[in-house]
């Protein structure tokens, strides 16, 4: 289906194939989650393949778990590689601090711990994922099912006295029942509007009781690579202050878009 992709894809997955670059063989690699990161793993499924590049895993999700055992990736867990090399992830909104909204697929647990346990966390995204000031996307907060509606009041209650607009926290459904995470837990999406101080809000929100993490990543995040809908890519590196710009074609890539 190449040249059927729509541009939001095609931004995606310009992102994803400049991400791809990054990775070198014998590294340790965090792989995230989401249409996004989907993308990275089939690029580097085929430079498994095609280029010989030898690495190593830990996947965010069963879902990505999946994904990269089908295209070839050698995955071992977090516990196995201890520490990674880089991790390459989405995100639902990055600001210009590369601020993170992350958990919109429901996996911000394990992309947390597997970003802050790298030396280096890359996001891969679409242009329409920045944002001036981070909140309009629904903020992910991870909660255990027991007592889930308390959290629930509790993190409502808190909202009030934090500089945001909304303050409304609803339970993530998949159909009739609550979605539930690789942990077996359940996500409230808080409706935000804007969020001021992320930062605090962040720290508050892990204090409620029955809250497991919620998708703030704040400090985590070290470079975006920006992908638009024509090619282009844009990569800015916040520890060394620099935006780089470049531009992909598609033509090559039939091969991936095939089953897409
Ligand atoms: O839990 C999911 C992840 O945080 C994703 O990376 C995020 O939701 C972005 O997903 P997508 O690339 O599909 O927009």
Known sequence: MSGELSPIDKAKFVAAKRAAEFVESGMRVGLGTGSTAAWLVRCLGEKVREEGLRFRGVPTSTRTADLAREVGIEVISLDEAKWLDITIDGADEFDSDLSLIKGGGGALLQEKIVATASD???????????????????????????????????????????????????????????????????????????????????????QVPGVVENGLFIDICDQVVIGFGDGRVETRDINAGTVSEDRLDFVEDENLFRDV
């Open 120 to 206: 280096q966390m890359v996001v891969i995204a679409d242009a329409a994922k920045e944002v001036e000031s981070l909140g309009n996307f629904p903020l992910p907060v991870e909660v255990i099912p027991f007592g889930w509606q308390t959290s629930q009041a509790l993190i409502e209650e808190m909202l009030v006295s934090m500089d945001v607009m909304g303050r409304k926290a609803t339970l993530r459904m998949n159909g009739e029942r609550p979605y539930m995470t690789d942990e077996g837990n359940h996500i409230l999406d808080l409706h935000l509007g804007r969020i001021g101080n992320a930062r605090q809000l962040a720290m508050v929100l892990n």
